[in-house]
């Protein structure tokens, strides 16, 4: 009974983690456009995580909330943007979690984990557009707090999986 209390608390920090998050900068991006618009996917143009921006405009940030309701939009455009994938990993958790369906809750944890970690590397390695034409980049430059707090409550909510009880495992116990 304290493990599934436990699990439940640390799920309710997650969920009051990434709602916080919402409102703080995620990231620091680069805007890269080459003078040749043919080498646009060329990794050349972006700086790289921890980087000094290469592009001539300013870097920006976006607040973590444009991010999640926009951020599915960038897979349309490439891949660099798979790490949005780790937001609707982090909402199947909750509503397994919610259904004591533990096993399948911790797989999903781990993809959101993976997902977000890897995340603003990936926009890097990645294609990710800049521009309605594709000819630009964006690149990830520095991690903002948001992303560090979205990043905390999808790993607390892993850590929430690994001590919840499964339902099937408390009908054998009480029988």
């Not at 209390?5 to 799920?11: E, F, H, T, V």
């Not at 309605?132 to 929430?160: M, T, Y």
């Not at 499964?166 to 009908?171: Q, Y």
Request: proline letters at 5%; charged letters at 10%; one cysteine or more.
């Amino acid at each position: 009974m304290k493990r599934d209390r436990a699990s439940k608390l640390m799920a309710l920090f997650a969920i009051l983690f990434y709602l916080v998050c919402l409102p703080l900068d995620a990231a620091v991006f680069d805007r890269t456009c080459p003078a040749n618009p043919e080498i646009s996917n060329s990794a050349a143009l972006v700086a790289g995580f921890g980087n000094t921006p290469l592009g001539k405009e300013a870097p920006t940030t976006n607040p973590s909330w444009f991010l999640l309701i926009l951020g599915g939009f960038s897979l349309l455009y490439g891949l660099g943007g798979f790490g949005w994938l780790a937001n609707p990993c982090f909402a199947f958790v909750c509503v397994l979690l919610y259904k004591r369906e533990v096993a399948p809750a911790r797989a999903s944890a781990l993809a959101s984990l993976i997902l977000s970690a890897t995340s603003l590397h990936a926009t890097n390695h990645l294609y990710l557009a800049g521009d309605e034409g594709g000819v630009c980049r964006i690149s990830a430059i520095a991690a903002g707090p948001g992303f560090w707090l979205w990043l905390l409550s999808i790993f607390l909510l892993f850590l929430s999986t690994l001590i919840a009880q499964n339902r099937a495992n408390e009908l054998v116990v009480a029988e």
